[in-house]
Nanobody, 125 residues
Framework: QVQLVESGGGLVQAGGSLRLSCAASGRIFSSYAMGWFRQAPGKEREFVAAISWNGGSTYYADSVKGRFTISRDNAKNTVYLQMDSLKPEDTAVYYC??????????????????WGQGTQVTVSS
């Protein structure tokens, strides 16, 4: 079992920055992949970014590439999503997810078996 708790969401103006955090407990955090997804109102949940077990490999959706950075601190059992140059279209509930069956990053929702409760990010224009 893995428990995930996100924090760091909020309201920010376009062009601003936010850093999301996701604290994990349960299974050995440093052994598995982690990812961030988001769901905007009226839309399906979509992939944002993912990171491998040791942080050595990352992958981003085209829509956030160059603006968002995923990282992890295995000593703190935490994964982060640094979001810069935010746009109104980034408004969504952001979820972190654990892919405990994999050590390398994954892009598909079905590869992740534990999910956080989500944190709201709102970007005003």
């Amino acid at each position: 079992q893995v428990q995930l708790v996100e924090s760091g969401g909020g309201l920010v103006q376009a062009g601003g920055s936010l850093r999301l955090s996701c604290a994990a407990s349960g299974r050995i955090f440093s052994s598995y992949a982690m990812g961030w997804f988001r769901q905007a109102p009226g839309k399906e949940r979509e992939f944002v970014a993912a990171i491998s077990w040791n942080g050595g490999s990352t992958y981003y959706a085209d829509s956030v590439k160059g603006r968002f950075t995923i990282s992890r601190d295995n000593a703190k059992n935490t994964v982060y999503l640094q979001m810069d140059s935010l746009k109104p279209e980034d408004t969504a509930v952001y979820y972190c997810a654990a892919g405990t069956r994999y050590s390398y990053y994954r892009r598909a929702e079905y590869d992740y078996d534990y999910w956080g409760q989500g944190t709201q990010v709102t970007v005003s224009s």
